[in-house]
């Protein structure tokens, strides 16, 4: 079931081109290393419109198994775009259009025999703001095990919201009012209840909207932190607009600008060493 | 709208639970929709019985008769002065012609039914038919004439025909004379001008909802002089002037409790303060205007402060920076951008003033006036009013005036608020 | 004759304005002057009219009063000796004969006199009224004009004058709750006067019909009303029963589901129904709807009566539709996207978000909008005058007819109304408890619609 296309012959190619100048966007082609073995998910020349504009161009991008992958970017570059469409959470704007393939595990998830509900199990979501339902603690997480038949007896979801906490770094700090509403908790600890809300349904791929830019600090760091533990039950996909945290939690980083991919590398060597110009003036502050 | 569910089925089997919840959710759909449905089917029951039992007393069923204007039967000369024809009994001129046209019907109580098939305006349109003619006087004419409201409810099938003789509105020999005219082609029906210009009347068929139009334009009017000004007004104070403090605070909070209380209980406040203490007079368009222009008034207030709000402070900033005082700002700049909203706000607080019942029923705009009122000091009826007194009467023939004064004041709402969408789409400025 | 002085006091006003602006403008030349010309108009149109218009304002309403109260002292001491009910009947005698109507003649010896003294002080009163009118209008068109000058600040007292009325303009909403609960309070005071207040609330039967000959005893009048109360609660209950789903169901599929074409076609539909006149569900009740329940009911064995609760509480269900429908759209669209978006990415489907996330967060404004609805019906007076039930009836039973709050106002005050009898009297105990009760309800229901509102701000 699983197809990699062959990424060789058009990355080598890409290597040749260095792009210079944003104008030279028609002729747009990514550099760096966007296919892996094995993927977890796997998009093929994935171009989304809204209504007559185009918001992203044929991009080509895999996410391998347990790695974290950083979307940095500029304001509106499409790295958020790109995100919603591996959970197909774009179907909820009014005249958004996706072509191209999106696979998890070989699978067409735009295909019309998917079925969008059990997609979205499969793949979480953390937003920007944290969005916890305006019900206690314990229902926020228990909302997605509830609908997706995850639970038999009540303590049995017990258990998976307390795991479900545990991981999320939660527990400690909410175990004594679990039946209070959530939208009593701070911003990091709102956050990372979603974070807990999205991982009780066991899903594979963990989708995160700059989990981080509402919160302070400290936080931010406890995120971070939890992010790099959830690497080893799940491939995550972290949209940040600090480069500083893309550098601390992923494995690899792409770079999306006004719509294109244009770089994608291991993310140590692409901080040190970027292979395209605007990458470069991306990563030292030129512009964005 | 679709919110990421359009793509959702496919061929593909799919595990149990996920059949179970897309059925729940195509079930949960339709009876949104059930809800939706059964609401417009309402609105459609509604108008269409309006309608369906309205639309027919627009037209009115007239009967021919034979009438010999004998100067001996008028007993006047052959030569009569206009003096001698105001004097003339023209019902027993009208009885006697329809002993010669119907030398079959005997006895008085059957020419009294005979005479019952006729509308009681008969001697008045011969009255005036001689008098604005004198030259008819020895001449014989076939004159069309209205029928009585319980020959036409049975004409028009408002009335049951096919009932024992007792319940029903016409005798079996009244129903044979019917049938007879209307196969000598005796029978005519006619648009009924006189809806729009006479007023109430005993009898069905010549009664007519002039005086009632007058009688609404003049309290509409008095309720616009009254709650327009004193509504822009307030918006102006509470939108540009009011500091934030409790007497403003106070100030809102009536407003929004004003626009949610009964009408009936403004009446009352009508009944006790206006005529009451200050013996305005009553039933009258002034005293229902009042009433009314104070119920109008939390509409235009919202609505005209909704208008101002959306002007957007950089116009008032950039009048203040060229030395305008503050009045000059808002009557220059500020008022006439938000002029359209504040109109729209207005025409639909018209519109529902215009349906308003109870309260004019408190103030005792409920009489019989049969004349046409002439200024907001006589007393006058109303649309709605006039609606709820027909509606109440008993006589079937009252059933098609209150559906048709009701597709008339429906008419009138439409108007209105077509004319408030206008105004709203020609003069909608986007900030 | 106040039509005249009206009209001329606007002409005196009116040439202040000429006058002030033409010598105002005579002062431009040559000169830099502090206001516009038409400001020095505007302001002695002011000073010439407003307290002349007060002024006049407040002679028509005393003036009854104090020429009553003259004439009433001047009559001589038989009158005094006369009953309450005698007395009023001998003003009015007076008040009549003075305007030339001759009634039947009660022969009191002291009426033509009144009279014509009546005749003299209301002649003397429209005189003086006249003269001082006029006299401050014109001196303060001398005063006024006077102060036209290059540096006199007319624009700023043309200003105070217009924040006066815009102040007062918004005074008048509060002023108007205040006279509805005096002039209620005032009245009912009078009512409860002759009629017990624990009569009034608790008591099981209502029958203001009053004694018609005199043998019968005025006690045969029964004002409990709580049978009333239980009338208007019951077909209110109808209402929301029929209101309530339907308005939320048209509200759920206007704001999750029907797409816009669909919604921009079929929701200023279900407005139309809140712009119908309440008096055309009033028919539509009477006519179609109150025979086919009936109908209906026979044909299963149901005895429903012709005025039957069941009937006027559907109608006016299908009257508070769109009333529930559109506060419920406007309370859904504004749970913020972020908690839909929430629930779809964890993968549940659009009815369990909205069942499961939507309607919890917007259950507070779901409930104001119930209550608003409530307050409409318990307040809504043409349909159940037409289709409801005149009698009150104690019982729970939607198939009998029962009466209302608004029935029973408008049965006592249409017809002939006097102001000492308790039936007449009695719409206005029934009219505060009816203010009262839709008061709270509004108040509550707007405090929770905006506690919810702040909430997602």
Same mark, same amino acid.
């Given at each position: 079931m699983?197809?990699?296309?062959?990424?060789?012959?058009?990355?080598?190619?890409?290597?040749?081109?260095?792009?210079?100048?944003?104008?030279?966007?028609d002729?747009?082609?990514?550099?760096?290393?966007?296919?892996?073995?094995?993927?977890?998910?796997?998009?093929l020349?994935?171009?989304?419109?809204?209504?007559?504009?185009?918001?992203?161009?044929?991009?080509?991008?895999?996410?391998?198994?347990?790695?974290?992958?950083?979307?940095?970017?500029?304001?509106?570059?499409?790295?958020?775009?790109?995100?919603?469409?591996?959970?197909?959470?774009?179907?909820?704007?009014?005249?958004?259009?996706?072509?191209?393939?999106?696979?998890?595990?070989?699978?067409?998830?735009?295909?019309?025999?998917?079925?969008?509900?059990?997609?979205?199990?499969?793949?979480?979501?953390?937003?920007?703001?944290?969005?916890?339902?305006?019900?206690?603690?314990?229902?926020?997480?228990?909302?997605?095990?509830?609908?997706h038949?995850?639970?038999?007896?009540?303590?049995?979801?017990?258990?998976?919201?307390?795991?479900?906490?545990?991981?999320?770094?939660?527990?400690?700090?909410?175990?004594?009012?679990?039946?209070?509403?959530?939208t009593?908790?701070?911003?990091?600890?709102?956050?990372?209840?979603?974070?807990?809300?999205?991982?009780?349904v066991?899903?594979?791929?963990?989708?995160?909207?700059?989990?981080?830019?509402?919160?302070?600090?400290?936080?931010?760091?406890?995120?971070?932190?939890?992010?790099?533990?959830?690497?080893?039950?799940?491939?995550?996909?972290?949209?940040?607009?600090?480069?500083?945290?893309?550098?601390?939690?992923?494995?690899?980083?792409?770079?999306?600008?006004?719509?294109?991919?244009?770089?994608?590398?291991?993310?140590?060597?692409?901080?040190?060493?970027?292979?395209?110009?605007?990458?470069?003036?991306y990563?030292?502050?030129?512009?964005? | 709208?679709?919110?990421?569910?359009?793509?959702?089925?496919?061929?593909?089997?799919?595990?149990?639970?996920?059949?179970?919840?897309?059925?729940?959710?195509?079930?949960?759909?339709?009876?949104?929709?059930?809800?939706?449905?059964?609401?417009?089917?309402?609105?459609?029951?509604?108008?269409?019985?309006?309608?369906?039992?309205?639309?027919s007393?627009?037209?009115?069923?007239?009967?021919?008769?034979?009438?010999?204007?004998?100067?001996?039967?008028?007993?006047?000369?052959?030569?009569?002065?206009?003096?001698?024809?105001r004097?003339?009994?023209?019902l027993?001129?009208?009885?006697?012609?329809?002993?010669?046209?119907?030398?079959?019907?005997?006895?008085?109580?059957?020419?009294?039914?005979?005479?019952?098939?006729?509308?009681?305006?008969?001697?008045?349109?011969?009255?005036?038919?001689?008098?604005s003619?004198?030259?008819?006087?020895?001449?014989?004419?076939?004159?069309?004439?209205?029928?009585?409201?319980?020959?036409?409810?049975?004409?028009?099938?408002?009335?049951?025909?096919?009932?024992?003789?007792?319940?029903?509105?016409?005798?079996?020999?009244?129903?044979?004379?019917?049938?007879?005219?209307?196969?000598?082609?005796?029978?005519?029906?006619?648009?009924?001008?006189?809806?729009?210009?006479?007023?109430?009347?005993?009898?069905?068929?010549?009664?007519?909802?002039?005086?009632?139009?007058?009688?609404?334009?003049?309290?509409?009017l008095?309720?616009?002089?009254?709650?327009?000004?004193?509504?822009?007004?307030?918006?102006?104070?509470?939108?540009?002037?009011?500091?934030?403090?409790?007497?403003?605070?106070?100030?809102?909070?009536?407003?929004?409790?004003? $626009? #949610?209380?009964?009408? !009936?209980?403004?009446?009352? &406040?009508?009944?006790?303060? *206006? @005529?009451? /203490? +200050?013996?305005?007079?009553?039933?009258?368009?002034?005293?229902?205007?009042?009433?009314?222009?104070?119920?109008?008034?939390?509409?235009?207030?919202?609505?005209?402060?909704?208008?101002?709000?959306?002007?957007?402070?950089?116009?008032?900033?950039?009048?203040?920076?060229?030395?305008?005082?503050?009045?000059?700002?808002?009557?220059h700049?500020?008022?006439?951008?938000?002029?359209?909203?504040?109109l729209?706000?207005?025409?639909?607080?018209?519109?529902?003033?215009?349906?308003?019942?109870?309260?004019?029923?408190?103030?005792?705009?409920?009489?019989?006036?049969?004349?046409?009122?002439?200024?907001?000091?006589?007393?006058?009826?109303?649309?709605?009013?006039?609606?709820?007194?027909?509606?109440?009467?008993?006589?079937?023939?009252?059933?098609?005036?209150? $559906? #048709?004064?009701?597709? !008339?004041i429906?008419?009138? &709402?439409?108007?209105?608020? *077509? @004319?408030? /969408? +206008?105004?709203?789409?020609?003069?909608?400025r986007?900030? | 004759?106040?039509?005249?002085?009206?009209?001329a006091?606007?002409?005196?006003?009116?040439?202040?304005?000429?006058?002030?602006?033409?010598?105002?403008?005579?002062?431009?030349?040559?000169?830099?002057?502090?206001?516009?010309?038409?400001?020095?108009?505007?302001?002695?149109?002011?000073?010439?009219?407003?307290?002349?218009?007060?002024?006049?304002?407040?002679?028509?309403?005393?003036?009854?009063?104090v020429?009553?109260?003259?004439?009433?002292?001047?009559?001589?001491?038989?009158?005094?000796?006369?009953?309450?009910?005698?007395?009023?009947?001998?003003?009015?005698?007076?008040?009549?004969?003075?305007?030339?109507?001759?009634?039947?003649?009660?022969?009191?010896?002291?009426?033509?006199?009144?009279?014509?003294?009546?005749?003299?002080?209301?002649?003397?009163?429209?005189?003086?009224?006249?003269?001082?009118?006029?006299?401050?209008?014109?001196?303060?068109?001398?005063?006024?004009?006077?102060?036209?000058?290059?540096?006199?600040?007319?624009?700023?007292?043309?200003?105070?004058?217009?924040?006066?009325?815009?102040?007062?303009?918004?005074?008048?909403?509060?002023?108007?709750?205040v006279?509805?609960?005096?002039?209620?309070?005032?009245?009912?005071?009078?009512?409860?006067?002759?009629?017990?207040?624990?009569e009034?609330?608790?008591?099981?039967k209502?029958?203001?019909q009053?004694?018609?000959?005199?043998?019968?005893?005025?006690?045969?009048?029964?004002?409990?009303?709580?049978?009333?109360?239980?009338?208007?609660?019951?077909?209110?209950?109808?209402?929301?029963?029929v209101?309530?789903?339907?308005?939320?169901?048209?509200?759920?599929?206007?704001?999750?589901?029907?797409?816009?074409?669909?919604?921009?076609?079929?929701?200023?539909?279900?407005?139309?129904?809140?712009?119908?006149?309440?008096?055309?569900?009033?028919?539509?009740?009477?006519?179609?709807?109150?025979?086919?329940?009936?109908?209906?009911?026979?044909?299963?064995?149901?005895?429903?009566?012709?005025?039957?609760?069941?009937?006027?509480?559907?109608?006016?269900?299908?009257?508070?539709?769109?009333?529930?429908?559109?506060?419920?759209?406007?309370?859904?669209?504004?749970?913020?996207?972020?908690?839909?978006?929430?629930?779809?990415?964890?993968?549940?489907?659009?009815?369990?978000?909205?069942?499961?996330?939507?309607?919890?967060?917007?259950?507070?404004?779901?409930?104001?909008?119930?209550?608003?609805?409530?307050?409409?019906?318990?307040?809504?007076?043409?349909?159940?005058?037409?289709?409801?039930?005149?009698?009150?009836?104690?019982?729970?039973?939607?198939l009998?007819?029962?009466?209302?709050?608004?029935?029973?106002?408008?049965?006592?005050l249409?017809?002939?109304?006097?102001?000492?009898?308790?039936?007449?009297?009695?719409?206005?105990?029934?009219?505060?408890?009816?203010?009262?009760?839709?008061?709270?309800?509004?108040?509550?229901?707007?405090?929770?619609?905006?506690?919810?509102?702040?909430?997602?701000?």
């Amino acid at each position: 079931m699983i197809e990699i296309s062959p990424p060789s012959k058009k990355s080598e190619k890409n290597f040749t081109t260095r792009l210079e100048s944003v104008d030279e966007f028609d002729r747009v082609e990514t550099v760096g290393e966007m296919f892996v073995d094995r993927p977890k998910v796997s998009c093929l020349g994935v171009s989304v419109h809204y209504g007559d504009k185009q918001a992203l161009f044929n991009i080509n991008l895999d996410l391998g198994r347990n790695e974290v992958l950083a979307l940095i970017g500029p304001s509106g570059c499409g790295k958020t775009t790109f995100l919603r469409c591996i959970n197909r959470m774009n179907d909820t704007i009014e005249g958004c259009r996706v072509d191209g393939e999106i696979k998890i595990e070989g699978a067409e998830i735009n295909h019309s025999d998917a079925d969008v509900v059990s997609l979205r199990s499969k793949v979480g979501m953390v937003f920007q703001k944290p969005n916890p339902f305006p019900k206690s603690i314990f229902d926020n997480i228990a909302y997605g095990p509830r609908i997706h038949g995850l639970s038999g007896p009540k303590n049995e979801l017990d258990d998976i919201v307390e795991t479900a906490l545990k991981r999320a770094g939660l527990w400690e700090e909410v175990s004594d009012r679990l039946h209070t509403p959530a939208t009593g908790l701070s911003g990091g600890q709102q956050q990372r209840l979603c974070i807990a809300r999205a991982i009780a349904v066991n899903p594979e791929v963990i989708l995160m909207d700059e989990p981080c830019s509402a919160l302070d600090p400290i936080a931010t760091a406890r995120i971070e932190e939890l992010i790099d533990d959830l690497r080893e039950k799940f491939t995550i996909a972290i949209v940040t607009h600090s480069m500083h945290q893309a550098a601390r939690v992923s494995q690899r980083t792409a770079y999306f600008h006004m719509g294109h991919l244009v770089e994608v590398g291991v993310t140590d060597q692409m901080f040190t060493n970027p292979r395209q110009r605007l990458t470069e003036d991306y990563i030292t502050g030129r512009f964005g | 709208m679709n919110r990421g569910f359009s793509r959702t089925t496919g061929g593909k089997p799919l595990s149990s639970l996920n059949i179970r919840r897309q059925r729940a959710e195509r079930r949960f759909r339709r009876i949104g929709l059930f809800g939706v449905g059964l609401a417009l089917a309402s609105v459609l029951f509604l108008l269409g019985t309006i309608f369906s039992s309205g639309y027919s007393a627009f037209w009115r069923l007239h009967f021919a008769v034979d009438i010999d204007f004998d100067p001996v039967l008028m007993n006047v000369s052959s030569d009569p002065s206009l003096e001698e024809l105001r004097d003339v009994n023209y019902l027993a001129l009208f009885r006697k012609n329809l002993e010669r046209s119907y030398p079959e019907v005997k006895g008085r109580s059957e020419r009294r039914k005979l005479a019952q098939m006729f509308s009681e305006s008969v001697p008045d349109i011969l009255e005036s038919l001689v008098i604005s003619n004198p030259s008819l006087v020895g001449s014989k004419q076939r004159i069309w004439v209205l029928s009585s409201s319980s020959a036409e409810m049975i004409y028009k099938g408002a009335a049951p025909r096919d009932i024992e003789e007792t319940r029903r509105v016409l005798t079996d020999q009244q129903l044979t004379w019917l049938d007879q005219w209307q196969g000598e082609n005796l029978t005519r029906t006619r648009f009924n001008f006189r809806f729009f210009t006479s007023g109430p009347s005993r009898s069905p068929e010549l009664a007519g909802l002039g005086g009632a139009i007058v009688g609404s334009a003049l309290t509409l009017l008095v309720t616009l002089l009254i709650s327009f000004p004193m509504g822009v007004a307030a918006a102006i104070y509470l939108e540009e002037y009011a500091p934030k403090n409790r007497v403003s605070e106070i100030i809102e909070v009536n407003i929004n409790n004003l $626009a #949610a209380v009964p009408s !009936i209980i403004f009446g009352l &406040l009508g009944l006790a303060v *206006l @005529l009451n /203490v +200050f013996g305005l007079p009553r039933g009258t368009p002034l005293v229902g205007g009042m009433v009314l222009s104070l119920m109008t008034l939390p509409t235009i207030i919202i609505a005209s402060r909704a208008a101002l709000k959306a002007v957007p402070p950089s116009i008032r900033d950039g009048a203040l920076a060229m030395g305008a005082s503050p009045m000059q700002t808002i009557f220059h700049h500020v008022l006439p951008l938000a002029m359209p909203g504040i109109l729209t706000g207005t025409i639909i607080g018209l519109a529902q003033a215009l349906g308003e019942t109870a309260p004019l029923l408190m103030i005792g705009m409920f009489a019989f006036v049969a004349d046409t009122p002439s200024g907001i000091l006589d007393q006058a009826s109303s649309l709605p009013v006039q609606i709820y007194l027909w509606a109440e009467s008993s006589e079937r023939g009252y059933v098609e005036l209150t $559906a #048709a004064a009701i597709m !008339i004041i429906l008419v009138f &709402l439409v108007f209105m608020n *077509l @004319l408030a /969408v +206008f105004l709203r789409k020609k003069f909608e400025r986007r900030w | 004759m106040t039509i005249y002085l009206l009209a001329a006091i606007l002409l005196v006003s009116l040439s202040g304005f000429y006058i002030g602006k033409n010598r105002a403008s005579a002062l431009v030349v040559g000169a830099r002057i502090q206001s516009l010309p038409q400001y020095h108009g505007l302001r002695i149109a002011l000073w010439c009219g407003l307290p002349a218009l007060f002024l006049l304002g407040l002679w028509v309403v005393l003036e009854p009063f104090v020429i009553q109260s003259l004439v009433r002292n001047s009559l001589p001491p038989e009158f005094f000796n006369l009953s309450g009910d005698e007395a009023i009947l001998a003003m009015m005698e007076i008040s009549n004969l003075s305007q030339g109507i001759v009634g039947t003649q009660s022969g009191l010896p002291y009426a033509e006199e009144a009279a014509s003294l009546l005749i003299s002080m209301n002649q003397l009163s429209d005189y003086a009224m006249i003269v001082v009118v006029s006299v401050v209008s014109l001196s303060a068109l001398v005063v006024a004009q006077s102060k036209v000058t290059a540096d006199f600040p007319a624009l700023e007292s043309v200003e105070k004058a217009f924040n006066v009325f815009i102040f007062l303009s918004s005074a008048v909403a509060v002023l108007t709750t205040v006279a509805i609960v005096l002039s209620l309070l005032f009245e009912s005071f009078k009512f409860f006067e002759q009629v017990p207040l624990h009569e009034f609330l608790f008591g099981l039967k209502w029958n203001p019909q009053i004694a018609i000959r005199a043998d019968q005893g005025a006690s045969t009048g029964a004002f409990g009303a709580v049978p009333v109360f239980s009338g208007t609660l019951l077909i209110a209950f109808v209402a929301i029963l029929v209101a309530g789903p339907i308005g939320l169901a048209s509200a759920v599929y206007f704001a999750e589901y029907a797409n816009p074409r669909v919604r921009d076609v079929a929701k200023p539909m279900l407005e139309l129904l809140a712009g119908i006149p309440t008096v055309v569900y009033g028919f539509f009740a009477a006519l179609t709807v109150a025979p086919l329940v009936r109908e209906l009911g026979l044909s299963l064995g149901l005895a429903v009566e012709a005025r039957s609760a069941l009937a006027a509480g559907i109608v006016m269900g299908i009257m508070i539709i769109p009333f529930i429908s559109s506060l419920a759209d406007d309370v859904i669209t504004a749970v913020p996207q972020s908690l839909r978006e929430g629930s779809y990415a964890m993968g549940a489907t659009q009815s369990e978000t909205i069942k499961y996330v939507i309607f919890p967060a917007a259950l507070p404004g779901i409930v104001g909008a119930f209550l608003l609805a409530i307050s409409r019906a318990i307040g809504e007076t043409m349909i159940v005058a037409m289709a409801a039930g005149l009698n009150a009836n104690l019982t729970a039973n939607p198939l009998e007819n029962v009466t209302t709050v608004t029935v029973q106002i408008v049965v006592a005050l249409i017809g002939d109304q006097e102001f000492d009898d308790p039936k007449t009297l009695s719409a206005f105990a029934l009219g505060l408890i009816l203010f009262f009760m839709t008061l709270i309800l509004n108040v509550f229901a707007l405090m929770i619609v905006k506690r919810y509102r702040e909430q997602y701000e």
